[in-house]
């Protein structure tokens, strides 16, 4: 008996499937839109001038301010080295950093842009032209975005249908592009080692798929290349080990064995670039540093710094794990720094950490339940994972507790669960199309709004710190920064009306630093400068004398100190004319800062008041020595001679002053 056929049934097309306009199968036209919309968010960026990390890295780096010439020092030389200038300096943070590439194109910049002629004796920062580093991490993070349109497009194309593949790649790179949490990557020139290491990441994923569908293995190399330059922008493109496996499980039928052959290339790059990477900063990555500003877990105990418990530390990662997605939801209010203690030290009893723990918790079990699935939701979930593990100081100590450039790469992963779920929306008819649109539309709006207002508070530095120090009021970094700006910008001619009132202003945000971090030496170290342009002069050598207690080698504030030792002699020798305190003053000044002629002078002037002329007489000679040219040094040599009955000195002083300023004797009786 012959089987009966089965009745095929044709699948009503769903209006998901069948109303979509012919706008959003157009790949060419989202790419051109999606350039553009990023470079609309960030070219006012071009206005800005040089802030925060740009002055280690560019403008106040020898390697990068030499041109061309300084690149084999960029390659040779940990990344700070050619702003800190001596050896041991550069590794403040464990294990030192090692981020030649975006240095490499600084350089080249400043060869070609720099103003050459007319500036010799400007700052650099004058010389550079911010303007077209901007613009160029405008370009790049522009490009970024097309990418990562690219590589999703033909992820989801392998194993999805191409409607599904263009919706998903489309709103996430159109989220990717205006979301607010990218500016301090983008606005700050210095943020293009992030851009760089993403580029370079998706660029060597792009390749290896692209290995995969034809076969070719020129793609491989161009993989491994690329995959190189990223490394060499940043460490944390290694995370991209983990991204590429991922990827090639999730979107193809490659077999295990298959896929790690495909990482062959990356394998590759990474012992290259760590041999390199070692060879320069060493093996270890050392211990975490015992101060605050390079290592957030530490607590002070017994009027010492001690690590944080386990307990303790454990806490407050979590916490600014969960900060991380809280400010990928809703990126308000948003802030360069997140140091001591903005945020604080957490424990296993708070709310937060719980919801955050509860929350990687759940997004843990999704990703595993997933994973046999190839559901896309659990492969934005692990990549987000995966990029995140670097910087969440899990792995090791990144010497501060989070930052928005931090989560620059995972933001992706975020980006493309906001494409996957809007895609099933439509496809299972949640939601009519143009509702979606419409939604969209408004999210784009207010974030590339929030995207466009947020470049500007990196104006400069003073922009900077005086905007966030509202959002971070809790970090002695911050804290430490803006008072230190203020007191920088209490001393510009233009400011001069204002000056006392910005010096107080930045005392309060000083005494807030060491209040938080008592052992802070660049925040004392500013305090005592602030009251020594207030000539509080007590109050300054005090705050001097506290930085040198945290660091007795700390020349600054040693010189510092000596300044503020003279002032005060001359103080109160000149205007209450208490010699034995302007002595005592003087004589420290002297001990500090035995080669300073004004200091000398000074104290040859209190010398020779209280009847000690011979000592008067030595230290105006060493007066002349310092600066043999000086007539006023002369005449008063000639003064403390005439003053102990040696009147043949005496002339011979007079006389030599008279020949260098004739007119000396006159100008010294006015």
Known sequence: MAKAKKKTVKAKPTQAATSYPSWLTDTRLHKIVLFFLSFFCYINTTSLDYALDDAIVIHDNMFTTDGVSGINGILTKDTFFGFFKEEGKAQLVAGGRYRPLSLVTFALEWELFSKKTGAENQPASQRGRPWISHLINTILFGGTVVLLYSVLLLLFNIQFSPTKAV???????VLF????????????IKGRDEILALMGSLAALYFTVRAKIADKWLFHLLAGIAFFLALMSKENAITFLAVVPLS?????STKIPKIISALG?????????????????????????MELMNNPFLKIENNQWVPFSPAERSATITYTLGKYIQLLVFPHPLSHDYYPRQVDIMDWGDWQVLLSLLLYLGMIGYALWGLRKRDPVSYA????????????????????NMSERLIFMPSLAFCLLVGVISHRLLARERLPL????AILGIMVVLLSLKTITRNYAWKNNYKLFTTDIEVAPNSAKLRNATGGELVAQSQKPENQARKDNMLREALGHLEEAVRIHPTYKNAWLLKGNAHLYLKQYETAISAYQQSLNVDPNYTEASNNLGIAYTEAGQYYGEQVQDLPKALTYLQEAFRLRPNDFNTIRLLGVASGMTGNSAEAIRLFTKCTVLQPNNASAWFDLGVAYLNAQDEVNAN??????????PDIESKRRR
């Open 265 to 289: 290339p990356y394998v590759v790059a990474s012992a290259l670039f760590l041999t390199i990477r070692f060879s320069i900063l060493g093996v270890s990555i050392g211990e975490p540093p």
């Open 248 to 252: 090639l499980y999730f979107f193809t």
């Open 177 to 188: 592009a205006v979301h607010p949490i990218h500016t301090e990557v983008v606005a700050n």
């Open 652 to 661: 011979e002083a007079f006389t030599k002053a008279k020949s260098i300023d």
């Open 381 to 400: 979930i692990l990549i987000f994972l995966a990029t995140i593990s670097i910087a969440s100081n899990i792995v090791f100590p990144i010497g501060t």
């Open 167 to 173: 919706i998903v790649a489309l709103v996430t790179s």
């Open 434 to 437: 143009k509702t979606l649109v």
